[in-house]
């Protein structure tokens, strides 16, 4: 089963410009994560926020978790052509456990 | 960090063959493994959990007699498509968990049933 949404389900942007993404979920989760998905490609692991952080930094990434809404966003700030992929949050319920993906957001930079 | 690795990377076969999937642990011991499955512009869906020694448990939906799963080392998982057809047609990913919730992902199986 999937967790829930991801809002947009496609985003185009220019480069330099800021894309953010949408997740939301049904259960109680333990930690979020985002993974980025290249066409055909395997998925590459971006950041992990638990469930009792706010928001979270990695480089040009910032995520954001509000559990009471069962919702996170990611934030892709200047963004480059190489960051056109498919986005998908994934959340977890603890170590040992499955991760349950969100439908994901198809993310198109043009230079 | 760990390393998953999948075996093929890529398969096409033809409708009725068997086909099997290998997701090997390379530098740690795998006790557990899960199988996914990518439909073409869609997400991920787990198929099934595997733990080394033990039956797979299947997710609703999951045909076992037809996903069968084998477990048998702590560095190998296996995933046979039994009898496929084009509808089986999918990019087939595994996992297994690290340590602080980390997941260690393998780079995908894409099958092509002619």
């Known amino acids: 089963s999937q967790q829930g949404e991801e809002d947009p389900q496609a985003l185009s942007i220019q480069e330099g410009e800021n894309a953010t993404m949408n997740c939301s979920y049904k259960?109680?989760?333990?930690?979020l994560q985002w993974y980025r998905q290249n066409s055909g490609r395997g998925l590459v692991h971006l950041i992990l926020i638990r469930s009792n952080e706010r928001e979270k930094h990695s480089g040009r990434l910032r995520v954001t978790l509000d559990t009471s809404k069962k919702s996170s966003s990611l934030l892709i700030t200047a963004s480059r052509a190489a960051d056109t992929a498919s986005y998908f949050c994934?959340?977890?319920?603890?170590?040992?456990?499955?991760?349950?993906f969100g439908k994901g957001t198809t993310l198109s930079v043009s230079s | 960090g760990a390393v998953v690795s999948q075996h093929p990377s890529r398969v096409i076969c033809k409708s009725g063959t068997s086909v099997k999937i290998e997701c090997r642990s390379l530098d740690f011991q795998a006790t557990t493994m899960f199988w996914y499955r990518q439909f073409p512009k869609q997400s991920l869906m787990l198929m099934a959990t595997?733990?080394?020694?033990?039956?797979?448990?299947?997710e609703q939906g999951v045909e076992k007699d037809k996903f069968l799963i084998n477990h048998a080392s702590l560095t190998l998982s296996t995933l046979t498509v039994t009898s496929a057809h084009p509808e089986d047609s999918s990019f087939y990913i595994c996992s297994s968990p690290g340590g602080l919730d980390t997941q260690y992902f393998g780079p995908g199986t894409r099958l092509t049933v002619l």
């Open positions: 994934a959340t977890g319920l603890g170590a040992g456990t499955a991760l349950i």
């Open positions: 259960t109680s989760i333990n930690n």
């Open positions: 595997s733990n080394e020694g033990s039956k797979a448990t299947y």
